[in-house]
């Protein structure tokens, strides 16, 4: 059976248009709340019965605290995010 090869790798950057508005405009605040929304959406449940034990409250507790860190320090709290498209073939 034959295996593959690339035939193609390409990376790209995932636009952060909250971290954008937040250079453009200089609020910190505003990127601190969506920031955080935007882990807590995909996070939370996984935090809560993996790391907080099922208790919700400390959930909540970690994400104020979060908060409240990203928004003393914005920067610390950029992510980024790469795509990376790797096309195959089959080899000969």
Known sequence: MPGLEVASLTEEAVAN?????????????????????FVRAFAASSLTAGLFG??????????????????????????????IRVVFERAA
């Open 54 to 83: 099922g208790s919700a409250q400390r959930c909540d507790e970690y994400f104020a605290r979060l908060r409240t860190a990203t928004e003393a320090d914005p920067a610390a709290g950029r992510f980024e995010a790469w795509v």
């Open 17 to 37: 248009p909250s971290w954008e508005q937040c250079e453009r405009e200089g609020d910190a605040a505003a990127y601190a709340r969506t920031y955080v929304d």
